[in-house]
């Protein structure tokens, strides 16, 4: 019994390192996804800027949303900077050459703001932190935001 229990704590310790500290946004269902806001260019066309929502939940639940930018001139080099839960009001646009202004708001609920301004190949957002602590992730960004 002490043996089962002990292997038991050591695989939900494993998979809790696991899923912390080795996250990577591969874990989206793709195959569920609809197509929100984008392409919409940067204003020297260097980045795209797409957004999608990912349904959970079914009736009950919810919708994620996560904002890509392509680096057209990186061979297409896809970058998911935004992940969050997607609320009533979302809209992106660029307020420079590389920083993308993101409007994901609940007017009525003026905690549930998670709107942000990235600065693309520097910043990433993420709601839940996971990105933040990702080892796999840390070069991919300089800094990480979250709720």
């Keep these: 019994m002490l043996i089962a229990t002990c292997i038991g704590f050591l695989l939900v310790a494993f998979i809790y390192i696991y899923e912390v500290y080795f996250f990577t946004f591969n874990h989206i269902d793709k195959s569920h996804t609809q197509k929100g806001p984008g392409p919409i260019p940067s204003p020297t066309e260097a980045y795209t800027a797409n957004a999608y929502y990912e349904p959970y939940g079914g009736a009950a639940g919810g919708v994620n949303v996560w904002v890509e930018v392509t680096h057209n001139g990186e061979k297409n080099k896809v970058q998911t900077v935004y992940y969050s839960d997607a609320k009533s009001e979302f809209t992106m646009e660029w307020v420079d ?51």
């Excluded at 549930?112 to 070069?139: F, P, T, V, W």
């Design 97 to 147: 050459e590389n920083t993308l202004y993101i409007l994901n708001d609940e007017p009525h609920y003026p905690e549930s703001n998670r709107s942000i301004q990235l600065e693309i190949g520097k910043e990433i957002y993420h709601e839940n932190g996971l990105a933040c602590k990702s080892l796999l992730m840390k070069d991919e960004y300089e800094t990480c935001y979250h709720n």
